[in-house]
């Protein structure tokens, strides 16, 4: 979404677990990583970083240096409430959407992250999601005024909170946003983006 | 902090709810209102951008287009999370603090909207302190890279998080942050600005 936001050509390369270490020689430990000529940055904040000081004529993504501050705080929220709160709802449901050679490495690590299994973890959902829900009080009301976190453009702000539930959307049926009328809009504005960019990946 | 940040020299009144209604003739129903020669400006969020824009020469509230727009957000969370969390932990402090004349408003009015006694609410906060502070982690998070979340200098986006922790500091004695390294250097940072405005307001 950064890239497209940028204007930029670019060839995306889906990736599995297992195939990380081989990317780039193993330069790269995780992903997103993006090669651009002789510069390689890995890690998504770095690569919206880089993106804007490399192409500062292209449209920004922060919207002037007090949005790429402020975009941290989103970024930290992104990362604390809303991916950690999706991963205890569908952690399973992505295990069992793994090619088989990833099954092994996606469980041991996950599971000894958690402590418990996988199958653990995902238990209860259908009474856990309601705390999912409510924590995304502070996007309901900050897209009351506004279509939106960018004002009435997306800015690297809705690309970061739309990451996490893209992700959820392509990898699990689990209805996580069911009959939540104002986001589902705005997961809709967002999946239209850029020539409908998000609805090429298909739901789970 | 706003109008400091901006350098405008200004008077602040504190008031009393039930002085409220009298304000500038009855014109305004709650605060903080800004009367600024024949401007009169209503509510926190309509006086920074207010600011912002009549006095476009002085320091910048948020820091551009974006950040005006991504600050939106901090605010949402600001109220969803951090300053409806503190009012279930300090409503009855607040209640032993007003001056006798404001009592029974805010206990009527706070007790209609909970739909329980102020003791009630507050009771039970040492066991649920720990979600307050669990829901942080953002700004904790987003604080890791910079001293603000402006960046190397405060934004409006510090003061409004700044805000309801000094709002919990100064009415209650109850430990918010208690043993919160990360967080409580960041309250003092935000203590200190401007000549140390915030410590001017004593702690409860």
């Known amino acids: 979404m950064a890239l497209t936001h940028k204007g930029l050509e670019h060839e995306a390369r889906a990736t599995r677990f ?7 020689g193993g330069e790269v430990k995780t992903v997103p990583a993006l090669r651009d000529g002789a510069r390689l940055v890995v890690d998504s904040w770095a690569i919206a970083r880089y993106l804007e000081e490399a192409y500062p004529e292209r449209p920004s993504l922060f919207g002037g240096p007090g949005g790429e501050a402020v ?3 989103v ?9 950690s709160g999706l991963v205890s709802l ?17 469980r041991r690590t996950r599971e000894q992250r958690f ?3 996988l199958e653990e973890v995902q238990a209860g959902r259908e009474e856990r999601v309601g705390a999912l829900r409510a924590s995304l009080q502070p996007l309901r009301i900050a897209l009351q005024d506004a279509p ?3 004002g009435a453009q997306p800015l690297y702000a ?3 909170a739309f990451g996490g539930l ?4 392509t990898i699990s049926p689990f209805a996580v946003l069911a009959a939540d009328g104002p986001l589902q809009d705005w997961l809709g504005r967002r999946l239209d983006l850029h020539g409908g960019l998000g609805r090429a990946a298909p739901a789970a």
Not at 93 to 103: G, K, N, S, T, V
Not at 166 to 169: C, G
């Open 18 to 24: 297992g195939e990380i270490a081989a990317i780039e």
């Open 71 to 73: 975009t941290r705080f």
């Open 75 to 83: 970024q930290s929220w992104t990362g604390a409430v809303l991916h």
């Open 90 to 106: 569908i952690v399973a449901d992505i295990w069992q959407r793994l090619p088989p050679e990833d099954r092994d490495y996606f």
């Open 115 to 117: 402590g418990r299994t």
């Open 148 to 150: 939106f976190l960018g």
């Open 158 to 160: 809705d690309y970061l």
């Open 166 to 169: 893209q992700w959820a959307r």
